[in-house]
């Protein structure tokens, strides 16, 4: 069994945590979305924002007994930055600019390492990888992903989820992992589709 992630009380006291940051104490229902966060514009976090989760990804992967080493911070850092799902051929582009030697295995060995600590989830439905919107709590909520742009809302209502398992299970199927996604379009997709119709 794998260590808790740092706790929220943790992360407010992190040196260096910066607003933007993730850092609440997660009710019964919860929702979070990088495009709601006032501290972060829709498409890019603010390096602060980024400094600090690195450092609570670092913090945590030292308590598991694991390294967040060079690739694998870089990997996650551009995530952070990105602030929507992202495809591993993105990554691989993004670190070339900065390692020109960069080669695929490299970068999904960094994802696999990632996936497996459970900083960043896998999105299925669009074949790319976002990291978990709470560094120090990830609960496998439902993932509601944009489907244009790959903006990614996590909601945590484990009784939702919960009825919908059940629901899954009496319809004779098994879940094939932890996450479940939600297919649809951001309020700025729709709102920019409005505009353009």
Do not use: W
Request: negative net charge.
């Amino acid at each position: 069994m794998k260590n808790a992630k740092p706790t929220a009380a943790d992360a407010a006291s992190t040196p260096g945590h910066a607003p933007g940051l993730p850092h609440h104490a997660h009710a019964a229902d919860h929702v979070h979305s990088h495009a709601d966060d006032p501290h972060r514009d829709h498409a890019h976090g603010t390096p602060a924002s980024a400094e600090a989760a690195l450092a609570l990804a670092e913090e945590y992967c030292r308590e598991r007994g694991e390294k967040l080493t060079p690739i694998r911070r870089k990997v996650l850092e551009l995530l952070l930055t990105s602030g929507r799902a992202t495809k591993a051929y993105s990554l691989l582009d993004d670190m070339r600019q900065i390692h020109p030697g960069s080669a695929p295995p490299t970068v999904y060995r960094a994802l696999d390492f990632l996936l497996s600590a459970g900083l960043v989830h896998k999105i299925e439905s669009i074949n790319a990888f976002a990291v978990c919107h709470d560094l120090t709590q990830c609960q496998h909520g439902i993932l509601v992903v944009c489907q244009q742009c790959g903006n990614v809302t996590e909601l945590h209502q484990p009784a939702l989820r919960e009825a919908l398992v059940e629901q899954i299970e009496n319809a004779g199927y098994r879940l094939a992992g932890d996450g479940i996604e939600l297919k649809g379009l951001c309020s700025a997709c729709q709102a920019a589709q409005a505009a353009g119709s």
